[in-house]
């Protein structure tokens, strides 16, 4: 499964993950407030990650929960990035990440740690 989202997707998903279960009226009014998003727009959003397999939407109201998670999101968005960008080159990113701003020891031994980890 491709783990790409289009912005508006991610959008409607980001209400799933905080909120699910919930009804596709109840993401409506949540786009409203939080996007100024008419109804319409929220629904064919919707239905868009319903047949992409993200979303599934049970009747009675429409009550729509996530099949792929937050984490599984960004780490395929990441992989993207890292090879549309930098070659597949992890090093390229995280150089890209520190070269223009200086890091604090704590923040230097936090990587430290992660990258030991591994």
Known sequence: MD?????????????????????AKELS????RD?????NTTYTVIKKLEAKGYV?????????TALISKAEVRKAETEGLINKLFGGSRKALFSALVEDEKLTEDE???LRKLIDKE
Not at 3 to 23: G, N, R
Not at 35 to 39: D, G, I, R, S, Y
Request: hydrophobic content about 45%; proline content about 5%; overall charge neutral.
């Open 35 to 39: 996007f100024t998003w008419n109804k």
């Open 3 to 23: 783990k790409k989202l289009f912005d508006s997707e991610l959008k409607i998903m980001e209400l799933i993950w905080a909120h699910q279960p919930i009804s």
């Open 56 to 64: 599934k939407r049970e009747d009675p109201g429409f009550v729509c």
């Open 108 to 110: 230097i031994s936090a």
């Open 29 to 32: 009014v949540l786009a409203e």
